[in-house]
């Protein structure tokens, strides 16, 4: 399985930054896309920044501007960076990954989440 862990989050006043981190792990043979999810109580879950392994990044309108998200190919690691913060990205914040695992020679599809940070910016 492709284990996905994440790090950073807290709290934090509005205006402040905060940095997350995720590494993956596992039988990995392709991971094209990482990204982080973020979910607020009696939210859906929503897109916050993805990035491909070929260096594409995209952003929600919430936060464009204001966070950015990097990827690191060779450790498996993303990382997104918060700036300016606000109350309304109080959240818990999900990394996610898609790609390609290698199981017994064949390559098969995998989508995988880790457990969640909180982040909560106080006004």
């Known amino acids: 399985q492709v284990q996905l862990v994440e790090s950073g989050g807290g709290l934090v006043h509005a205006g402040g930054s905060l940095s997350l981190s995720c590494a993956a792990s596992?039988?990995?043979?392709?991971?094209?896309?990482m990204g982080w999810y973020r979910q607020a109580p009696g939210q859906p879950r929503e897109l916050v920044a993805t990035?491909?392994?070929?260096?594409?990044?995209d952003y929600s309108d919430s936060v464009r501007g204001r966070f950015t998200i990097s990827r690191d190919n060779t450790k498996r690691t993303a990382l997104l960076q918060m700036n300016n913060l606000k109350p309304e990205d109080t959240a818990v914040y999900y990394c996610?990954?898609?790609?390609?695992?290698?199981?017994?020679?064949?390559?098969?599809?995998?989508?995988?989440w880790g457990l969640g940070t909180q982040v909560t910016v106080t006004p």
């Open positions: 996610n990954a898609k790609g390609y695992r290698d199981v017994v020679g064949e390559q098969t599809e995998f989508n995988s």
């Open positions: 596992g039988p990995i043979f392709s991971l094209n896309v």
């Open positions: 990035a491909t392994s070929y260096g594409r990044a």
